[in-house]
């Protein structure tokens, strides 16, 4: 369906309206909820430590360190380091989610005039029910992201507002996952599977995790998954689901090849531990001694990075992928290590979380440096890796050659189009990771990850007994260097998630059309492969490792629940957008679009006009666009290709005819040429 501008405005008209309804709602509060917005305000107080508190009525949660924290009234209010961004803990009283909501923002800032996009109904979780969450409308040029989940226990509701700046957001998001993943109920402890004995994956057990992605596929629409599974060294199941491609039957099965993307991080991490083990350097050797030509946009960083640093994402580098992402076509392991000399820290170095895959691509190429200084970094770290790691581990179908997986048995890519509906998805934008291979080109299989997967078991040992790696450097890269949250730590290319009282050792990988995890329970033996061919693949690849520990523990029944209520919330926000968009774009505002763009980091657009169709030329791939009139009046141009879908383009107002384009920490303006 085609919304013109008019058709838009009216429906931000009646996004207003609901919200000014939800507002009106607060207003008739009961006489506890007086007694409690009378409460004594506090003055606000800066953490030096992440510190265990309670909100107004007890709940407990843990405040980050260097944050602000204030009462006022029912609200306690945590506010970022920077200024201008918040999360708000609203304890109330209602009868219902919606005034619940009203009667938190008429605590918390009352002036508040986002309108809700969308609202989805969350399970049953952690003492919380009768849960929703709010998805707010901002602008653009905002650089905001406002969202907000209302919880019941007892008698009253806790409202979790974030107030937060894009920037603030990724930049601090541990510290705001710490906020959220800590929340508990008053009084209330969270299932704990510490000490249990875990079962045998027997085929009982096997069938109820079949059953869950089985059902998992049907609600999240993704067409193929493979799965595995390895308990006390012996691989118990692994196999296919679904299809490789949409309009075939055919299969996949535990040979099929999916691109497994950032799961490359650990195995680029193994090529370093053995260099460790072979005494060729150390996890604290500077890169700079075995890398000369690695350079940070900060000299003082630079000099700071050791080997370990490389893939811990805890150096303050932020993520900005956009830069190797767009126009890809030139860019060569060597150049794309030169983009780490034009980027600059945006946190203290070992301070945050902070996610870079070009960081992780410098750990893959000071390796191959190492061992084979005189050959093109590209081909030396496929060598280095080959020899060190696949041949090693006989994952013999594991691979970076694009030319020799599409050859092989694999899957192929999907996402969903502009209307929710599945399709095959534009994948050129993977081969834009050929460079920056060592973060997550690898093509593998379920059997071979298995294989990987049995050495981490197995603390180094190969199946035959004979000792690949010693155990020192090996588990050394799960050892924390920096925090997500409370209950989950990364190492170098891995996480230690205890948020049920168990390690669970796991990465996941995300490309277009392909997501994955490989996990694994050391003090249990149990590990599992899941990879998928399709968006939203990470919903499955997330929540089966909750289902896991279900199985092996007898715990509560959660997965299911919360996987159904994910993927309903992922269709919504899909078709929230979508009535916000107009297709074909808005033909008097693509007529004013220039016919070429440039910018000196992410290249050349160039637009072009077909009938009613508008398209963005990248270069390398290139995606038709639709059009949206934002809440402050801007207009923005959105690329809707499958896989490629929400790259958003606003225009800017003045002489000079500008598009610009952000990820949550940089801008970057396209003018016309």
């Keep these: 369906m085609r919304l013109d501008v008019e058709a838009m405005k009216n429906l931000l008209v009646g996004f207003f309206l609901l919200f000014s309804c939800v507002l009106l709602l607060g207003q008739n509060q009961s006489s506890d909820q007086r007694a409690t917005n009378a409460a004594t305000e506090q003055a606000s107080e800066r953490l030096a430590a992440d510190t265990p508190k309670t909100s107004v009525l007890g709940n407990a949660f843990v405040a980050p360190k260097d944050w602000s924290i204030r009462v006022k ?27 619940a909501l009203a009667a938190a923002w008429q605590a918390y800032k009352p002036d508040a005039k986002w309108p809700v996009k969308v609202a989805h109904d969350l399970p049953d979780q952690d003492g919380w029910s009768r849960r929703r969450v709010y998805e707010y409308l901002t602008s653009p040029s905002e650089k905001r992201a406002v969202a907000a989940l209302v919880s019941y226990s007892g008698s009253n509701w806790t409202v979790v507002i974030d107030d937060l700046a894009n920037a603030v957001g990724e930049k601090r998001g541990a510290q705001v996952e710490l906020i959220h993943g ?69 299969k996949p099965d535990a040979d099929t090849l999916f691109m497994v993307a950032s799961n490359t991080k650990a195995m680029t991490t193994l090529l370093l531990a053995k260099l460790v083990d072979e005494h060729r350097m150390t996890w604290q050797t500077p890169v700079t001694t075995l890398l000369p030509t690695f350079r940070l946009g900060d000299t003082e960083t630079t000099r700071s990075v050791l080997v370990k640093h490389l893939i811990c994402a805890c150096t303050g580098m932020p993520r900005q992928d956009l830069e190797w992402i767009f126009q890809y076509g030139n860019i060569t392991p060597e150049s794309s290590l030169s983009l780490l000399g034009t980027m600059q820290p945006t946190s203290k170095f070992g301070e945050l979380f902070q996610y870079s895959n070009l960081m ?29 790691v696949f041949d090693p581990l006989q994952m013999n179908a594991t691979t970076f050659n694009f030319k020799r997986a599409f050859s092989a048995n694999h899957a192929t890519a999907h996402s969903q189009d502009v209307d929710g509906k599945p399709a095959k998805a534009l994948t050129a934008i993977n081969d834009a990771v050929t460079p920056v291979r060592p973060a997550g080109g690898a093509w593998s ?74 996990m694994w329970l050391p003090q249990q033996n149990v590990g599992a492969v899941i990879l998928t061919d399709g968006d939203p693949g990470w919903l499955l690849r997330d929540h089966i490792r909750r289902k896991l520990l279900e199985v092996l523990f007898d715990g509560r029944h959660e ?4 996987l159904n209520a994910d993927a309903k919330s992922f269709y919504s926000s899909l078709a ?9 774009a808005d033909a008097s505002e693509a007529a004013k679009l220039s016919k070429h763009y440039a910018n000196s980091s992410l290249g050349e657009i160039l637009v072009s006009r077909s009938g009613a169709t508008t398209t963005f030329d990248f270069g390398e791939w290139k995606s038709e666009v639709a059009s949206r009139k934002n809440p402050d009046g801007t207009i923005s141009f959105i690329t809707i290709a499958p896989g490629a879908s929400g790259l958003e383009f606003t225009v800017a107002s003045g002489s000079k005819r500008t598009l610009t384009i952000r990820d949550a920490q940089h801008e970057y303006v396209f003018e016309e040429r």
């Design 182 to 250: 800590r929340l508990l109920p008053k009084g209330y402890s969270r299932e704990s599977f510490a000490g249990k004995k875990a079962n045998t994956l027997d085929p009982a057990r096997i069938a109820e995790l079949v059953g869950f992605i089985e059902s998992g596929q049907k609600v999240t629409g993704v067409p193929g998954v493979a799965f595995g599974l390895v308990q006390d060294g012996n691989v118990v199941f692994a196999d296919g689901f679904g299809t490789k491609e949409l309009g075939t039957s055919d």
């Design 360 to 388: 992780a691509t410098a750990a893959g190429y000071t390796g191959a440096y190492v061992l084979y200084p005189q050959v093109e970094l590209g081909a030396a770290y496929d060598r280095a890796m080959q020899s060190y």
């Design 576 to 584: 929230a957008d979508r009535k916000l968009l107009t297709i074909p």
């Design 559 to 562: 997965a299911d629940a919360q």
């Design 73 to 99: 009234s029912p609200a306690t209010i945590l506010s970022a380091p920077e200024g201008g961004s918040w999360v708000a803990l609203v304890d109330v009283q209602a009868k219902a989610p919606d005034e």
């Design 445 to 518: 299989s379920v059997h071979d990850i298995l294989k990987y997967v049995s050495m981490e078991l197995a603390e180094g040992k190969l199946p035959d007994g004979k000792i690949y790696i010693s155990k020192e450097p090996l588990l050394e890269r799960r050892t924390p260097q920096v925090y997500i949250g409370k209950d989950t730590s990364y190492g170098m290319g891995l996480m230690v998630d205890t948020t049920y009282g168990v390690p669970v050792v796991h990465h996941g990988g995300d490309l277009v059309g392909y997501h994955s995890d490989m």
